[in-house]
């Protein structure tokens, strides 16, 4: 007996598919042991969760078993002198950030939340504002215990001559259940950053700045107005920042306010969005300049906000993000921004940023180099599945690729010509593990 | 006593909220004394809160549940510099039911929750006296605020935990002994000894924050303090609801 629980509460953070699945929610390693092994031996399979913060469907696992991680959240060991620490792949970011900053120290690598567990980040690859600098947060994992559905442990370093450290890296929870981690943290001084806000008007604007950008700045990114049509098409806010020699050590807080209830679906609707996006555009241009900000400011300001994604109403909604290679990069972003100002769909949240040539150590990993696109739609069902497979005709032609983080509708063509290292991939898979992600692509 | 860092004993180290308490301290680079039943449990804990900052950490196999000379032992985990908290976390729900079928059953709810707390806690009391200084702090709860027939076996244990608390802390005051007594009342918190119930809604706490009200208790405060603070008032209207409509609740 292990305790699973039938439950239909978990869902992804894009909320498009919620469905019943037995729940364990181990607090012990003994507890994990039995859980991955009871998990693997049901007919429906096995899948190790973290914090749920992906959108699509790639961390749920409809009729099966899953293994909630995040009640395994306990530090092994912390050097204060090299920056190494180990910790069970259940512990978040945020608890990381609390332990690491006071000591001057950083994760290499962030996503734009804070509420993301070790193992979510490393089976995602995940990437940050500092793509160009420092590549994906896998290329800083410098260990990690990897447990199968037949009961064995395997400790993994990236020179691992089997490659299941390489399927496992980007591997989507498919390969095992991560234990637990070891990472190499940064050196920070404190806990800001000197930034910068420079409004841009259309594309080439946008790859002027971000090639004279990476040269200077750690991290970069771009927000995008997605509504903006003709002269406005593309224009947006670029910022890029450095990490500040200030040495105070302020933590974050807490989330301060929280969603309540699902808002209205007519909440964000073509004219809501037209006004909140060319209402942003002013603001942040008027304001635009050099500042000092906390670090909680600059990477996770969603954070603030406790469950956001109810306001997509009840319906949920769906995150598009795409990477393209550099040299048909300029074009496929133009037509992609084009069709979704036609469509007046598209969210307030749209980044756009550029991917560096660092190599991810993963078979799966999303990043390449190149540019990234990611934006919200509410889901309306039929004609949002219709908008979005003219997108990746666009991904596909420019020969880019889209991130199982984010999707959850993608078929097995459109996957398969992004990740050309599947066949690779495949043998490494854990035969008691699978999603509804994996299900839908595979075959 | 100055210069050393604080020397917390924690009965019961494996409980979520003593979990969470136990971090709390290791923040603050205290000296950890970890008592459980489960050594390879006690040893992941130990590990985490060394690298939380605690300035030491002991992992202690014992099973609490039976005291055997609860005195000679605690002064042994208080070690010669004396202990300046002592908490105690363990306890057991069980299943009320069973309890009113199997007396063997209802006999275990009521020694572990009672009678072997109340053994440690009158060991730590003298302990905390003959130092002069020093928290006692305990885990209560609300259920031993109204016997109701979901749990009274466990409330009515809960309950007399509660007033030998609240005569330690009388005792410990009028001798003017310096040293103090706190009963923490949980309501609904969210660890695995609750992983059954439903836990959505505003009443449901996380252990963290029941843990910042430990440790705040530790300091000052009590002797009967609710956690969160809101169970006060709710525990005081349930009270106050008279029998007659009362017994017409399947509470
Ligand atoms: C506001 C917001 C901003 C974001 N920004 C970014 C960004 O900038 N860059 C980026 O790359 N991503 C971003 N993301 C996506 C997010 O970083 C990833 O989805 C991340 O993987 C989520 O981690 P999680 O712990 O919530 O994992 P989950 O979403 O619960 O699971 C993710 C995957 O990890 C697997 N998994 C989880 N734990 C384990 C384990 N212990 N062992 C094996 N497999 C495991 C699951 O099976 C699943 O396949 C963002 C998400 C949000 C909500």
């Known amino acids: ?443 | 006593m100055s210069g050393q860092p604080r020397r917390i004993v924690i009965l019961g180290a494996t409980s979520a909220m003593a979990e969470a308490t136990a971090r709390l301290y290791a923040a603050e680079g205290a000296a950890l004394v970890l008592v459980g039943r489960r050594l390879d449990r006690l040893e992941e804990i130990r590990a985490d809160l060394l690298a939380r900052g605690a300035s030491a950490a002991e992992a202690v196999a014992a099973d609490l549940a039976r005291p055997d000379a609860a005195a000679d032992q605690l002064a042994a985990w208080a070690g010669p510099q004396g202990a300046d908290a002592v908490l105690l976390f363990y306890g057991v729900l069980g299943d009320q039911a069973q309890a009113e079928r199997d007396p063997a059953i209802a006999r275990e709810i009521l020694s572990v929750n009672f009678t072997s707390a109340a053994e440690w806690c009158l060991a730590a009391a003298n302990l905390l006296e003959a130092q002069r200084r020093g928290a006692l702090v305990v885990i209560g709860s609300v259920a031993g605020d109204r016997g109701r027939q979901s749990n009274y076996v466990y409330g009515a244990a809960k309950a007399g935990l509660g007033v030998l608390v609240q005569g330690i802390a009388h005792r410990l005051a009028l001798r003017n002994t310096g040293a103090r007594a706190v009963l923490v009342k949980p309501g609904f918190v969210d660890t695995p000894m609750t992983d059954g119930l439903p836990k959505g809604g505003p009443l449901w706490a996380k252990p963290e924050a029941i843990a910042r009200i430990v440790r705040a208790s530790a300091q000052g405060g009590g002797p009967v303090v609710y956690a969160p603070w809101f169970w006060r008032f709710i525990m005081l209207i349930i009270r106050l609801v008279p029998a007659p409509l009362f017994h017409k609740r399947p509470l």
């Open chain 1, 1 to 443: 007996m292990t305790g699973f629980q039938a439950t239909s509460e978990l869902s992804s953070w894009g909320r498009v598919v919620r469905a019943r699945q037995d729940v364990v929610r181990p607090h012990w390693r003994d507890q994990l042991a039995a859980a991955v092994e009871e998990a693997g031996a049901r007919p429906e399979g096995g899948l190790a969760v973290g914090l749920a913060r992906s959108y699509g469907d790639s961390g749920l696992n409809s009729g099966g078993a899953v293994i909630a991680m995040s009640g395994l959240d306990r530090v092994h060991s912390f050097d204060p002198a090299t920056g190494v620490v180990r910790a069970d792949a259940g512990m978040s970011l945020d608890a990381l950030i609390g332990l690491a900053l006071p000591h001057g120290w950083f994760p290499a690598v962030v996503p734009g939340t804070r509420f993301v567990t070790l193992g979510g980040a490393i089976a995602n690859d995940v990437h940050g504002k500092n793509h160009h600098d420092a590549g994906t947060f896998g290329r800083h994992v410098r260990r990690l215990a990897l447990r199968r559905t037949d009961g064995s442990v395997r400790e993994l370093t990236p020179d691992d001559p089997s490659g299941l450290f390489a399927a496992t890296v980007g591997g989507l929870g498919l390969t095992g259940v991560i234990a637990w981690a070891e990472l190499q943290l940064s050196r920070w001084a404190g806990a800001f950053l000197d930034s910068e806000d420079i409004a841009f008007r259309g594309l080439d604007a946008f790859f002027a700045l971000s090639a004279e950008s990476v040269r200077t700045h750690a991290y970069t990114a771009a927000w995008v107005d997605c509504t903006g049509r003709g002269r406005n098409l593309g224009r947006g806010i670029f910022s890029r920042a450095n990490p500040s020699p200030d040495p105070r050590r302020t933590l974050h807080r807490p989330p301060r306010v929280s969603i309540p209830v699902d808002a209205p679906a007519a909440l964000l609707n073509p004219l809501t969005l037209r006004a909140f996006n060319a209402g942003y555009f002013a603001l942040k241009a008027a304001r635009a300049g050099r500042r000092q900000a906390h670090y909680d400011s600059v990477f996770f300001p969603l954070d603030a906000i406790g469950a956001w994604n109810r306001l997509y109403g009840r319906a949920g909604f769906y995150q598009y993000q795409c990477v393209v290679p550099p040299a048909s990069a300029r074009d496929a972003v133009a037509e992609l921004l084009a069709q979704i100002a036609a469509s007046g769909e598209g969210s307030v949240l749209a980044v756009l940023k550029t991917f560096g040539a660092l190599p991810s150590p993963g078979l799966l990993s999303f990043p390449m180099e190149g540019t990234t696109l990611a934006l919200d739609f509410r889901n309306r069902g039929e004609p949002t599945l219709k908008l979005f497979d003219r997108f990746d005709a666009i991904v596909r032609e420019a020969g880019g690729r889209l991130y199982p983080a984010k999707d959850g509708r993608i078929g097995a063509g459109m996957f398969q010509a992004g990740y050309p290292q599947l066949a690779a991939f495949a043998p490494h898979v854990d035969p008691g593990l699978t999603s509804n992600f994996w299900k839908r692509v595979k075959s």
